[in-house]
């Protein structure tokens, strides 16, 4: 039997330290329609436990993410939080079964963590609509670690480029108060909650340095080297005897996702790079609002994963941010979204690399 909910949790900052207040996002892929979700985090002293006691978890305030019908009713609501002096609960609810199956997310912003390092299971469990109890597995998890300032892991994602890619970096930090990316003349500051940096248009080797700093002291300085493979051959000349076709590095794909097609998914056939945007034509319904919407962008191998959410207003041809994503070979890049309420939702799509005919495939009638 497939489980009827998938659950991901990130967090803010990405790494978090005993005695800091986090906040906690749970990510719920609905596969079929249920009756309730619920939430629990362990609350007590211990290394398997999260909240540091019951009075510091009033002070979590869960919301649903954007998620309304065409009228801006919430299709999931959240009752109350049940707390004990050993766990804070909460129970999600859909307003109706046909409005369970599509994705949202559950915000708990104000953890106040305990103070033992370890590492804590968010417990999430399904009521299916035939009265059975399902305990979502894999379980969610949260590591705590020790207090102090840390600053690490400084390296791109794909240590050599195609001529003009994007250099991905990513790094780790843990109690972070800001960053500061520099290479060649550019300098870029950066939140403390930043763990990843895209640069596009790399043409040569380039050396990037990042120094994070915390509220007590900066740290030493990290580097990281990009390097570049050159065009194959450079040429003054050209004499063309024949029939002369041209293709550019970069090519594009266009998708329309419909009601009954809201999804799809591209494999990268080799290391490569893809780019992604969304543009939805929206109608007013009898209100003169349209229904909200969402574009959902999910890297299989958990890098990346970004939501774009368009809300409720008059007619509208509103385009997402461009997402760029460094997809290693055989790695699957998802696009997810809700086209119900809209005329059209169409997709651009450029790869960056060879095998045009398998990175970008057809549309899906």
């Known amino acids: 039997m497939t489980d009827p909910v998938t659950c991901t949790l990130t967090s803010l900052p990405a790494q978090l330290s005993v005695s800091s207040t986090v906040t906690l996002v749970l990510n719920f892929a609905m596969r079929q329609p249920v009756k309730d979700i619920t939430v629990e985090l362990p609350i007590g002293t211990k290394a398997t436990d999260l909240v540091a006691g019951a009075e510091q978890a009033k002070a979590i305030d869960a919301h649903i993410g954007v998620d309304a019908d065409a009228n801006g009713k919430p299709r999931w609501t959240c009752g109350p939080p049940d707390i004990t002096a050993s766990r804070w609960k909460v129970v999600c609810t859909p307003s109706t079964a046909a409005d369970t199956t599509r994705y949202w997310h559950l915000a708990l912003p104000t953890v106040v963590v305990n103070a033992e390092p370890g590492t804590a299971t968010v417990t999430v469990t399904v009521q299916t609509t035939d009265g059975e109890v399902i305990t979502v597995a894999p379980a969610p998890t949260v590591t705590k670690e020790k207090a102090g300032f840390r600053f690490e892991g400084f390296a791109p994602v794909a240590p050599t480029l195609v001529y003009g890619g994007t250099a991905r970096l990513t790094w780790t930090a843990l109690e972070a108060t800001g960053f500061v990316l520099t290479w060649d003349k550019e300098k870029v500051q950066l939140g403390g909650d930043v763990r990843r940096y895209d640069v596009e248009g790399v043409t040569k080797d380039t050396s990037f340095t990042l120094s994070a700093t915390s509220k007590s002291s900066t740290d030493s300085p990290l580097t990281a080297l990009v390097k570049v493979e050159a065009p194959a051959s450079t040429f003054t000349d050209l004499t063309v005897t024949g029939d002369l076709s041209l ?85 699957m890049l998802t696009i997810n979204s809700d086209p119900k309420g809209w005329y059209d939702y169409r997709l651009e799509v450029f790869w960056s690399g060879p095998h045009r005919e398998l990175a970008l495939p057809k549309q899906v009638k």
């Open 247 to 331: 293709t550019r590095e970069i090519t594009e794909g266009a998708y329309r996702l419909t009601e009954k097609n809201p999804s799809m998914a591209f494999t990268a056939p080799v290391d490569g790079y893809y780019s992604v945007r969304g543009i939805a034509d929206a109608r007013p319904d009898t209100g003169g609002n349209t229904k909200p919407h969402y574009l959902e962008v999910v890297l299989s191998d958990g890098v990346g994963k970004t939501a774009f959410y368009i809300g409720t207003g008059d007619y509208l041809n509103i385009a997402s941010p461009r997402f760029n994503y460094f997809v290693p070979a055989g790695s």
